[in-house]
């Protein structure tokens, strides 16, 4: 059973209440019409939206499950924002989105990205409502699997000079990831979209016996008891391993250095676009206070996540 707050009322109701808005925090973008379309269509990541209106009960019940879903997920290739339904600017985009009630939790998804095949310059993205569970775990689980995976798997180790060397990327340097997990992780898949067409991503999971043949491969004298990330650089055939805490912060500027730049992420202007908009300088309306908890929280995606 899902519990919402009937649409009729949000006319009815007396706005001025701005105690349920996310205005400025740290995590969650607030949607206008000014900057919708770029925010949630402008990217190749998944975006989860909360149309909200601040009166309702059910609403206040979310806002910090829902500005805590923000800060979990504030590494990964997941945008969370809110379009505040009673603001009179945003009740046609509220009504377009076909929302009844209040509050409404819609993911919208990219398609997958494919450099033979680039979508239409104008295309949207997927859009579904979200019917499961309001609390932290459940969206955030949700959010994670919406995120589109670029990661290619090598087998065995004797595949890494076949993945380095393919004939399509030739002039692409390489990112592996030696893990012990199965599948590669949130943070991993968001780097890879990140440095989408800039670089190409697999990540390998390395067994007991295979320390040995994976250093052969590579040249080096690596310890892979712990997840480690190596760039190969296509013009001189060498491996650099990224050595230290796997952050998405370290591995996004090891990738920088290496001579690589991402279109999306804190790095990129695309990043510093988003922040600006958190920030509600990027928006064409002016008329929000400023709060002071608007500055970004750093928070750490350590290595046993990879
Ligand atoms: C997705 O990434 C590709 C490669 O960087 C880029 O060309 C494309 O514009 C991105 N898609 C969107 C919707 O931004
Ligand atoms: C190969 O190139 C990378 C950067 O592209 C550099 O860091 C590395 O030192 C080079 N290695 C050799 C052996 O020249």
């Known amino acids: 059973m899902i519990f919402l707050c009937p649409f009729v009322l ?8 701005q105690a349920g808005s996310y205005a400025h925090d740290a995590n969650v973008i607030e949607l206008t019409p000014a900057n919708f379309d770029k925010v949630v269509h402008g990217t190749n990541y998944s975006t989860i939206i909360e149309f909200y ?8 019940q979310l806002f910090p499950k829902y500005k805590k879903v923000g800060k979990v997920v504030s590494d990964l290739a997941v945008q969370v ?10 009740k046609q985009l509220c009504s377009q989105q076909r929302i009844e009630g ?6 919208f998804r990219p398609s997958k990205y494919s450099h033979d095949s680039p979508p239409p310059k104008k295309s949207l993205h997927a859009g579904e409502v979200y019917r499961g569970a309001r609390e932290v775990k459940p969206i955030v689980d949700f959010l994670t699997s919406r995120i589109k995976n670029y990661v290619k798997k090598i087998g065995r180790p004797e595949h890494i000079g076949k993945f380095v060397a393919q004939e399509k ?6 990112v592996i990831l030696f893990t012990s997990k199965s599948n590669p992780s949130p943070l991993i898949k968001t780097v890879a979209i990140d440095f989408l067409e800039t670089l190409e991503f697999a990540f390998l999971k390395v067994k007991a016996d295979e320390t040995a043949r994976i250093n052969a491969v590579l040249n080096s004298d690596l310890d892979f008891a712990k997840s480690v990330l190596v760039v190969y650089d296509v013009v001189n055939g060498t491996y650099t391993p990224l050595t230290g805490e796997l952050t998405k912060e370290s591995i996004e500027k090891f990738l920088l250095d290496s001579g690589a730049k991402p279109l999306e992420g804190p790095l990129s202007k695309r990043g510093r676009y988003i922040g600006d908009v958190k920030e509600g300088k990027a928006s064409k309306k002016a008329s929000k206070p400023k709060s002071k908890a608007g500055k970004n929280t750093k928070s750490r995606a350590v290595n046993d996540e990879l």
Do not use: R, Y
């Not at 209106?53 to 206040?60: D, S």
């Not at 924002?81 to 945003?90: I, K, R, S």
């Not at 990327?169 to 390489?174: A, P």
């Open 53 to 60: 209106a601040p009166w309702c009960g059910h609403c206040k």
């Open 10 to 17: 949000a006319s009815l109701a007396i706005s001025a209440v």
């Open 81 to 90: 924002a809110a379009v505040d339904c009673d603001e009179q600017q945003n």
């Open 102 to 107: 209040f509050p409404t939790l819609m993911v």
């Open 169 to 174: 990327t030739k002039h692409k340097n390489k």
